[in-house]
């Protein structure tokens, strides 16, 4: 499977999904361990790798967008 910003892979790692919220990636493990950012764990051990789905962090802005009063009409 290749990467294309067609076709962007299903699950996207710690780096890359930091990088599509414009956050920290210890930030984003921050807010993954409280709750507020669903992850997908992936095998077991040392091995173990935490990934995010593309949805996953589109409903996390969409939960966390607001409007200013001053701004909205």
Known sequence: ???SKSNPLLLAPPKE???????????????????????????????????????DLDEFVKNNTHVSPKYSR
């Open 1 to 3: 499977m290749s990467k």
């Open 17 to 55: 999904a930091a990088a599509i919220l414009g956050i920290s990636p210890r930030l984003l493990w921050q807010l993954t361990k409280n709750g507020e950012i669903a992850c997908v764990r992936i095998g077991t051990g040392k091995r173990k790798r935490v990934r995010y789905a593309h949805s």
